[in-house]
């Protein structure tokens, strides 16, 4: 396969590999640990009263969700490092952050979380890339 192509595939799919963790933790998150949270938020499309919603969210809601990205982001770069190579799992992680940044400018959580979740992504995502070296090394 062509370098160009692979490293595109290995971005890619680590990206969509990262996303689909992060959004089954915050499903478990909505429906099981918080069920009353989830419900009042189903359905929302208004992000001022989503906004309301999460301020008065429980940190654990929160802290649940600092797992899931941790989780989605390890695995993400386990994946685009298995394809790919540390310069993807670089790309990855920082495609990550960008959306982490978003996902906080739109709906704004507690500073701590602002903190943890930028501190989160880009090495989550090396831990990930280094465990899949040393499983192809060893």
Known sequence: MHPILRGVLAVVAGFAVASAV?????MINGHVL???LGR??????????MREL????????FAV???GWFLGSFTGGWVAARIGNLTHVL???GLLTLAG?????MLPPPAWFWVAGMLTLMPAALAGA???RTRVAG
């Open 40 to 49: 009042q938020a189903q359905g929302v499309t208004d992000p001022q009263i």
């Open 34 to 36: 918080y069920p009353d």
């Open 130 to 132: 280094k465990l899949a």
């Open 101 to 105: 940044i978003a996902n906080n400018l």
């Open 22 to 26: 992060m959004m089954a933790v915050e």
């Open 91 to 93: 790309i990855l992680g």
């Open 65 to 67: 969700v600092l797992a």
């Open 54 to 61: 999460l301020a008065g969210a429980p940190a654990g809601a």
